[in-house]
């Protein structure tokens, strides 16, 4: 048999490997305590479940979506217009998505050709690479550093890349370094993009959850992004749906309308008591929204306030479900040092190197245990010893 070249870029997904090392030690009867994959387990608010449940009952409802409903792509409009004071148009400018990771990965071959390059953010999620490398782009990474509080800066990218590139991602607030960006920055990328005539795609996966009183924004509120780029928006962290995967690109009408081309001819879209259950989300009483983004920033002040107290220095991040801490200074490689901690304390987090180069250093931990199970893992950090000179027994 004979494969794809393509594929030689890819190897097993570290999300995968990470839910491996799980199984085995929970089959051997040890604790873990599962701070790696982002999956929420704060429940979708019990209106928006009877909306999926009552759709789900109709039996009606099991055929082919083909189409987004129109009350659907309505309730986007609302949504953007009420949220972030951005118009939309319902029938062009709004493409529902399987979760914005299958939009992350199919857009480029919208957008892309063979050899074409495309800007990345690094770190970034991995499907932000992913996509266009099955586009067969060529990628140009664009650092996100700690000096600059870990925004892109724009004019370290050189002028000849600039011209070429035909694509960039972008996201704020950023999965893994959980950065927000100013507004300057949202201006400057609408420059740059009109300047080279880049097409932006800016993943806005978690504008609610943005701490200390501050609001998320949106990238399409900025004068002229429209004019250069789509949004991507996503209701699994916000309404804690990550598993019914509903994401959305909204913006560009030409942008828009090419991918929408292109689904059209992979999938039959949403599952029609799943576009139920999201109009719901989007259009009902919003006190959920609110009550989740407490209940994150109540998980990342005793998770950080808990490890800096044992010796593992961390910052409280801004924005988003996760901690991008540095590793302590006796390790050198992320990996070694993620694989030690789950080996000695249970506790099992995303090693930053999986986020591409600049990733190294840094693990990312996520938010997505009670508090109670937090205290915990805390607890067995400190007692596997594994932080090294570290004050006395935590008591919590």
């Not at 608010?45 to 055929?63: G, M, Q, S």
């Not at 259950?277 to 990342?300: F, H, L, M, P, S």
Request: charge should be negative.
């Amino acid at each position: 048999m004979k494969f794809a070249k393509r594929m030689d870029h890819f190897g097993e997904s570290i999300f995968s490997k990470l839910v491996e090392i799980r199984r085995t030690k929970v089959e051997r009867g040890e604790q873990v305590y599962d701070l790696s994959i982002g999956t929420p387990n704060i429940p979708p608010a019990k209106h928006i479940k009877d909306a999926l449940c009552t759709a789900a009952a109709d039996e009606k409802n099991y055929i082919y979506a083909i189409n987004d409903q129109t009350a659907l792509l309505e309730a986007v409009s609302y949504w953007y217009q009420t949220r972030y004071g951005v118009a939309l148009d319902p029938n062009t400018e709004i493409c529902s998505l399987l979760g914005s990771q299958e939009g992350l990965a199919h857009i480029s071959l919208s957008i892309v050709d063979e050899g074409d390059l495309v800007l990345v953010p690094d770190p970034s999620y991995p499907a932000f690479v992913h996509g266009p490398l099955l586009a067969g782009a060529e990628l140009f990474y664009m650092p996100q550093k700690k000096e600059n509080g870990h925004v892109i800066c724009l004019q370290d990218i050189p002028e000849e890349v600039a011209k070429k590139a035909k694509l960039m991602l972008v996201s704020y607030p950023n999965n893994p370094t959980t950065a927000t960006a100013p507004h300057s920055f949202y201006e400057e990328l609408i420059s740059f993009a009109r300047k080279y005539d880049v097409i932006v795609l800016h993943d806005n996966a978690y504008s609610e959850m943005v701490y200390e009183g501050e609001k998320g924004k949106s990238f399409l509120s900025f004068p002229g992004a429209k004019d250069v780029g789509v949004e991507f928006n996503s209701l699994s962290k916000t309404y804690g749906l990550a598993g019914a995967r509903i994401g959305f690109c909204v913006g560009n009408e030409a942008v828009v309308s090419q991918l929408k081309t292109l689904k059209s001819n992979m999938d039959y879209g949403m599952f029609l008591p799943i576009q139920q259950a999201a109009i719901a989300a989007i259009t009902g009483e919003q006190n959920c929204v609110e009550e989740t983004k407490k209940a994150y920033q109540d998980r990342r002040d005793i998770l950080c306030d808990g490890f800096n107290k044992i010796g593992w220095s961390m910052d409280k991040p801004k924005a988003t479900m996760f901690v991008w801490a540095k590793i302590p200074p006796h390790y050198e490689k992320s990996f070694d040092f993620a694989s030690d901690l789950v080996e000695k304390s249970g506790v099992l987090v995303t090693p930053g190197s999986a986020f591409g180069p600049s990733g190294e250093g840094y693990v990312r931990i996520a938010l997505v245990q009670d508090k109670e199970v937090l205290i915990e893992a805390i607890q067995a950090v400190d007692k596997s010893g594994i932080l090294l000179n570290k004050p006395s027994y935590l008591t919590v």
